[in-house]
Nanobody
């Protein structure tokens, strides 16, 4: 499985961005997907995750009510809509795929496949 994240960029505080992650492979609909972010010197943090059919989602407390994760299994894509962005949202964002867990993982370890990361910069 190969993952390609895109959509990052520079935005002012209060603005919005939509990240996309395109996945290769015919079994995308079997994977749980997550968006993680990592600042230099910090651990990778799960921002949002979504189950294989979209029936279950997770959001970090810091983004609840502002970010929305969604997926389109027909297009092999997962999205992260980010609204009301804050300077503290500045990070490199990674999409990841978990093929085997029977739960919606929010730690990095269960995710087997990772995209290359896309930089989100929020100016104050």
């Amino acid at each position: 499985v190969q993952l390609q994240a895109s959509g990052g960029g520079l935005v002012q505080a209060g603005g919005s961005l939509r990240l996309s992650c395109a996945a290769s492979g015919r079994t995308f609909s079997s994977y749980a997907m997550g968006w993680f972010r990592q600042a230099p010197g910090k651990e990778r943090e799960c921002v949002a995750a979504i189950s294989w059919n979209g029936g279950m989602t997770y959001y970090a407390d810091s983004v609840k009510g502002r970010f929305t994760i969604s997926r389109d299994n027909a297009k092999n894509k997962v999205y992260l809509q980010m609204n009301s962005l804050k300077p503290e949202d500045t990070d490199v964002y990674y999409c990841a795929a978990d093929m085997w867990s029977s739960w919606l993982a929010i730690q990095p370890a269960p995710y087997e496949y990772w995209g290359q990361g896309t930089l989100v910069t929020v100016s104050s």
